[in-house]
């Protein structure tokens, strides 16, 4: 069995009367990239903030490698490094200067410290602005800083809370990058409330709305769960609809507009041949075709409806 970094158990939080998240449970095993997928507001930040002892929690257990957040935070909080929504950084220090501050911080042995702040600039490619004012980084490389602190002292789990927020297209792919490399030998969790970017990065994904963990599984396991049910069609030459909805594995035809519909199926794959076939034939004239993503909202409400499994 593989032991867990990570053990969450019952975890609400209220702030003054409104509950920000109620019963969270989860594990997180030794390695890879797990992602903490939420709409604004959903709870992520919270959760993290009590993952990483920042916050406490009204209710519910926190253990980081079999210490528990609150009665030993010292020997848990070693084995966690965290990157806040807002980087902690210190704008009139250099890279160097305030890595240094965070090695001492974060109690590295004096004589380890600047092999330490050399290794966490290598890993996070910011050694060639070591002598650089943080002020004077842009957002990509102010973000990589805050990663830097965050693996300074080797810990076993790195929490990221909205890395790439802010972050342009190219930096947002270069920080993806980094995460997935600082994934390869250590548990890595990062929050997002983009459904792309946890696609393109994680190998698990647990997602949370309205402060309850709707799903929480592998990327594989929630990509076959969303697969779509519905198709975007244009017919110039459309037919009626009870004509549509007469064809085998249709389920269901809405129209959009006078050419524009879109049907739901059973068989996504076979239907769509099956239309431009049958356009073909009858001359119905297709400008289009197109399944039909979820939107992010869709898949919440549909998550919502459905009792969670809290593995992975
Ligand atoms: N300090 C606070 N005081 C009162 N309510 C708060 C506080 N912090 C968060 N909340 C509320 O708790 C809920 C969860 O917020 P949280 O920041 O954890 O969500 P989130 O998923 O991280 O959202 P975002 O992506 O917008 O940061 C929200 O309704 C938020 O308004």
Redesign the pocket.
Known sequence: MTENIMKITGLSHR??A?W?IRDINFEISQHGVLGLL??????????MNIMCGVLNQTEGVVEVGGHSMQTDSIAAKKLIGFLP?NAPLYLDLTVKEYLTHCAHLRLIPPRQVTSAVYKAMSKCGVTHFANRLIANLSGGYRQRVGIAQAIIHEPRLVVLD?PTNGLDPNQILEVRKLIKEIGEEKAVIF?S?ILPEVQATCSHIKM?EN?RMVFADSMDAFNNYIVPDSLIVNLKNAPGIELLERIEGVTKVEALSDDRFRIHFSNGQELAERLIAMSVTHNWRMQEISFEKSSLDQIFAQLSQKPTSATA
Do not use: D, P
């Not at 939420?38 to 959760?47: H, I, Q, V």
């Open positions: 702030y003054g409104s920000a939420g709409s604004n507001g959903a709870g992520k930040s919270t959760t929504q909205e929050s409330h949370i402060g």
